[in-house]
């Protein structure tokens, strides 16, 4: 089954990698470099789920997903975080916001095709 996945993260390069893993398993990718943009995007487009960095100009990802929680439609949108940060207090603040995943980067293509696999099939 394919879906349509929003990918947010300012680099370019993990964009790419996280596309890679996506495309390869049959999803569309829609990409934003910074949590605004995403949040723009996930209102524009009908995402199935949304992956989501931390730190990221102009807007962070928690503050992304906290908006997006106020969205029409998009209150529990499937959203996994993947970032460098793992403390515990942005773990809960993540939880708070109902990520659905937390994962640490760097980042194993099969690990994260797996977890996104799970969720939209759950989701479905
Ligand atoms: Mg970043």
Redesign the pocket.
């Known amino acids: 089954m394919s879906s349509m996945i929003l990918v947010v993260?300012?680099?370019a390069t993990i964009r790419h990698q996280v596309r890679a893993c996506l495309q390869a398993a049959g999803h569309t990718v829609l990409e934003a470099e910074n949590g605004a943009i995403g949040l723009q995007k996930a209102k524009d487009y009908p995402i199935d789920m949304a992956i989501v960095?931390v730190?990221?100009p102009v807007m962070n990802g928690l503050e992304m997903l906290a908006n997006l929680r106020g969205v029409d439609g998009k209150k529990s949108l499937p959203v996994f975080v993947l970032t460098t940060e793992s403390s515990k207090e942005l773990v809960a603040q993540g939880k708070k916001h109902g990520a659905t995943a937390w994962i640490v980067k760097p980042f194993k293509a099969d690990v994260l095709a797996k977890g996104v696999a799970h969720v939209l099939a759950r989701a479905a």
């Open positions: 993260d300012d680099s960095d730190n990221m």
